[in-house]
């Protein structure tokens, strides 16, 4: 059992870590990955005290599988992201966090950094060895503060949990949560 902790573990700190390093550089902007906590829980994780959006993905297991899991990002670094992969400069990011408008630019705009969620997660499975066909991007929710965000999955089954610390473009750190479902493909196991 500690072998499938130890592998979740990883792959929990690789999805953080490719994607923190894929839209730092397609942003132009550093995000920064301050610290990481796992843990395993049977229940949703819910964002706190503010508005989330939830990146969904499907992990595709044997071409017919899909296992479904989230990063959950504060709206407001969402919109700082969705920004900068605009090209935005500073201060137009700033009026639109503090706007929390979207718009359908933006809208478009955060459903490519769902993409590049979905890509870097795939990424994060293959280095560590986890048997998984491919990574696809399921679509974005916004979630109110303090809701559990909609995931495809049965409640009670085990999930892999992460928070991290994350800081967009020097910005006070905030936390997010990435989601994973506690199945076989992330031992190597078929």
Known sequence: MAHISNIACQVVHEVFDRVASDLSMLADRDIDVLQIDYEERDD???GAGVVHISYRFGIMVGGKDVHHGALIVPLAESISLAGYL??????????M???GQLDNAMKEAMIEVGNFVAAASDAALRSVGARCDRVIFEGCQGVHKDVRPRLDYEEGSPLCVGRARISVAGSEPVECIVMLPKEPYLTGAS
Request: aromatic content about 0%; cysteine-free; charged content about 30%.
């Open 97 to 99: 966090r503090e706007s």
């Open 86 to 95: 605009m090209m935005a400069p500073d201060a137009q990011v700033e009026a």
């Open 44 to 46: 949703r994780p819910a």
